[in-house]
């Protein structure tokens, strides 16, 4: 059983991963319905939760169905860090999470994110206040290093374990690498198998299938995996896996009724919880991939992502479900 803290997460969880502007609550929704084990939000900025900004603050939105859930802050700053996770501890996540890994310019080159891997010290310092400021579990989400010259992460785990932190995630890329090349699990696996290391140790990069999880768990040894883009618009991967795992037999691929019903629900959620606007403009990156695989769905999806209303955009999705449902039952 793999736990972190107190939390009971099974054998080999599955973790979705925190991604801006994607694992909001109606992602995060139907990754639940569909085996994600623990989740997290999309990482929040430290300066904007202190300032009250509504974004940030909407972002602390959490629901019962979710749990376990954690909530993901960043920052450079370790004081306004320290704040952030009290005003994040007080959403009752169960648990608050740090960012060090994420590699977009205007983050890391700030000295937050993965910029922080430039400064371990600092890092060490952060991530001690911020354990000290809260009750809840503190784990961190990092990558390997910021360049292969600077990769010290079995150091950062050790260092990271001493000052309390329950839990690492490991991106097997660099900053460097952004999400390019192909991401290295040796040195995951040289911070799982470490004699000193003992909290649990999730790793990600590259997870895309049922076959790779298996793989990747028996070659590495990590605790569980953590998926992040493979479940863009494919929620369904983390029953794929956990099914294969236990019967070495691939689960059929979801049925375009259940296609349907997902797409449909995680629209409904999206415009509920972002209004009509944003809702239908975040779903567009969702579709390709929730439609995977379908010949001729191409103009649908153009239609799609020029849609301005959820209206217009239930009329499109119906449309789509009568036209390849009727082409499946005459191709019978």
Known sequence: MVKIGDIELGDFPLLLAPMEDVSDPPFRAVCKENGAD???????SSEALIRDAAKSIQKLDIYDYERPIGIQ???????????AAAIAEEANPELVDINYGCPVKKVACKGAGAGILLDIPKMQ???EEIVKRVNKPVTVKTRLGWDTSTIRIVEVAKRLQDVGIQ???IHGRTRQQMYKGEADWNPIAEVKNHPDIHIP????????SPQKAKQYKELYGVDGIMIGRAAIGNPWIFNQIKHYMKTGEELAPPTLSERMDAVKSHLK???EWKGDKKGIFEMR????NYFRGIPGFKPFRARL????????????????????????LINQ
């Open 269 to 271: 959620f999206s415009v």
């Open 125 to 127: 310092k952060m991530t």
């Open 285 to 288: 990156r969702h579709y390709t």
């Open 73 to 83: 802050i960043f920052g450079e700053k370790i004081e306004s860090m320290r704040e």
């Open 38 to 44: 623990m989740m997290y939000t999309e990482f929040i």
């Open 305 to 328: 992502v020029e849609s301005p209303t959820y209206e217009d955009t239930l009329v499109i999705i119906n449309e789509v479900e009568e036209v390849f449902h009727t082409e499946s």
């Open 201 to 208: 140790i999730f790793g990600n990069g590259d997870i895309d």
């Open 167 to 169: 839990a690492l995630s």
